[in-house]
């Protein structure tokens, strides 16, 4: 969201808060029975983020320990009670199935929100200085220069392949722009045995993991050296080899896979977390509450990624939720949460870090909401600039930009130069429009895998189908293309 | 809601509603017995008289005895589940491989696809087949297309989703249902639905170790109601073969779960009036046993396909068409469709909704004498 838009909303939040501060301070001192008794006593409770702890290095008591609510007593919690006032059993507390809860004699409703919206954890300033009192995780020389080199490598991709789109040589891409820090710095977080299930907007960690360009543009092309065997739209990356599940259009049912992958992982005792990307828009699926509920009450050691980039499509989050973003979702289903500035590298290595440790040690899932913005159109099919100012988007492409904050501080080592900046993108350039002639050369894979995967193997309506489809074929070759062999 | 349902069904056996009897002809279950033996596919040893959900439940302790990484969960498995097919899972496998699930249909099918595409048997189970909707997407979007979208790269085979079906006398529109078809549209799904306990248990065993991933409907009108041996130990049946469990030879009868006692019944009355019915259970929906069906009614000459879901749209639209184009000059009379009529399942109407043995009857009577 636009700062300037951020700043009006914040104000006019301030000032209906004030008006109501002032009807009921009013309502209090001149009418005896006032007219609204939810106003009546005390301010509504405002309900305080939960810090986010450091890496719990707790021994596993049980299972797994994991900090929840329970009904049931024990002898500490008495203690606790009688201290404070409250015996159990008592008429100021219930002992309910639920769990404990005291009562109170003044009505209050929580409120839609809080007064301040969860704040947003940040290391790099926009000038790419580290912010004094930040604490993050220590990134070594080589590894922050692998970072940017694969942002930079992202970027370039991606404005080559949108260009080939445009030029009719793909049918579909989808670009990451803007979002090259949430790729690129969450993937350098985990290891390779973490399973990671996309949405489709994380080309870059598949690209962190090892997936060359040959392979991008292989699958972009849909030819015979696609591992998807050219059965899915552009950018429908996967790689088994990788553990990075093969992407599916359908929004948010990777969610709660990725908690039954969780679940394997945990039952496996794998040192490996599963880890799941979505945009706020996949927040409205229902999925996403299956995931996230299955998540808590299954002590699945899954991080939920994501990526609130201010819009879906053409529908801005002022229309997608009215809560606090998703961030605040994760306190209601039991589930540690954290913000971070989607566009500072080291915000988001240092979060995802700390996340992957909480949920392989203690068993639990851990939900990030990094804020960003979507620089680039939604796709190759949608022109932005037709629901969005244009200044909004320059504002983020240059102002805000991941690149360019990150690049800072890795010059500000002393690690990088522009002589470095000009050589990594003339050679990513080149590497990947030699990639793009070599893909759209390779013939699309042979006819009979249009059969085969549906089940293990191919049962007998299909054969029969494929059979009848060659007869066709062999009487009519000019109604199929050439480059599919036969 | 579900603990109601499991206290009327209780009432309605006592009542006596439907009757206590072996569901396969008893000279067609020796026959298919000893067949069985001859072919390897049902156990030697001699079985122990049980109903369906005893016949399940030793199907599902026999999954996870023999697999480290199968798992049952669902709404409510964890105590026995509401038709007690889960009982005893829980004490001897652990609450980690037999567990509850909160009350989302989505998130266990969608919990279930993660966890069998990490290379384990995820048997989840819907409590109602009325109720398998809410999964409708993760089921035919995902499950049914991880394979092939991927290029073979992942697969969730492992996965088995098992639920209740069809009538049971009483359950109106949302405990009733007979959502088959639904899924029979759908390339990449296997759709399994018994007859009886001795081929539930063969068939839920070899559904849970396919290697793609299956729907099993359990007719659970015949959960307590459908008794005969079943073998102790561990046997699979066949998927995607169909069975002929009567012989004959002027019309083909073709069914599948509880609607061959019905169809049975009506063969038997059929033989009174000198029609011989050769009677076939399709026991596998998709993909389906068509080279069965075509041997028979080249024989026979007439087709009558009945089951419990609407007419429209069901899967008998499917039979009827690819038999005819595959028999055409073999049929002597217009495919027959006995099945329930286009609207939802009622309460008070369930008898004259439901495709009786009379109507089979009439039905036979009129294609035979087309």
Known sequence: MAPWRAAA????????????????????????????????????????????????????????????????????????????????????????????????AEMNFLPESQRDRINCYRVLDDDGRTISGSRFQEVSKELALKMYNEMATLQVMDTIFFEAQRQGRISFYLTSHGEEAINIASAAALTIDDIVLPQYREPGVLLWRGFTLQEFANQCFGNKLDYGKGRQMPIHYGSNRLNYFTVSSPIATQLPHAVGAAYSLKMDKKDACAITYFGDGGTSEGDFHAALNFAAVMEAPVIFFCRNNGWAISTPTSEQFRSDGAVIRGQAYGMRSIRVDGNDALAVYSAVHTAREMAIKEGRPILVEALTYRVGHH????????????????????????????????????????????????????????????????????????FTDVYDEVPSNLREQERLLRDTIKKHPADYPADVHI | MAAKSLREIRRAAAAGIGSRRCFSGDAAA????????????????????????????QALHIALDTDPRSYVFGEDVGFGGVFRCTTGLADRFGRNRVFNTPLCEQGIAGFAVGLAAMGNRAIAEIQFADYIFPAFDQIVNEAAKFRYRSGNEFNCGGLTIRSPYGAVGHGGHYHSQSPEAFFCHVPGLKVIIPRSPREAKGLLLASI???????FFEPKWLYRLAVEEVPEEDYMLPLSEAEVIRKGSDITLIGWGAQLAVLEEACEDAAKDGISCELIDLRTLIPWDKETVEASVSKTGKLLVSHEAPITGGFGAEIAASITERCFQRLEAPVARVCGLDTPFPLVYETFYMPTKNKVLDAIKATVNY
């Open chain 2, 30 to 57: 020796a026959a298919a017995a000893a067949a069985g033996v001859a072919e390897g596919k049902v156990g030697g040893g001699a079985g122990k008289e049980v109903n369906l959900f005893t016949a399940i439940n």
């Open chain 2, 209 to 215: 170790r396919d290697p793609n991933p299956v729907v």
């Open chain 1, 9 to 104: 909303m914040a104000s006019s939040q301030l000032a209906r808060r004030a008006a109501r501060r002032l009807l009921s301070s009013q309502h209090r001192r001149h009418c005896a029975a006032p007219a609204c008794p939810w106003l009546l006593g005390s301010a509504p409770p405002v309900l305080a983020p939960s810090p986010v702890a450091a890496a719990a290095a707790g021994d596993r008591r049980g299972f797994c320990s994991v900090r929840r609510f329970t009904g049931e007593s024990n002898a500490a919690a008495a203690v606790e009670e009688a201290e404070n006032g409250l015996v159990a059993g008592g008429d100021q507390a219930i002992d309910f199935p639920g769990g404990k809860v005291s009562f109170v």
């Open chain 1, 379 to 450: 796709s190759t099919s949608d022109d932005s600039t037709k629901y969005r100012p244009v200044d909004e988007i320059e504002h983020w492409r240059t102002a805000r930009d991941p690149i360019s904050r990150y690049r800072k501080w890795v010059q500000g080592n002393g690690w990088w130069c522009d002589e470095d900046e000009s050589e990594l993108r003339n050679n990513v350039r080149q590497e990947l429009l030699k990639a793009i002639q070599v893909a759209e050369r390779m013939p699309k894979p042979p006819l009979a895998e249009l």
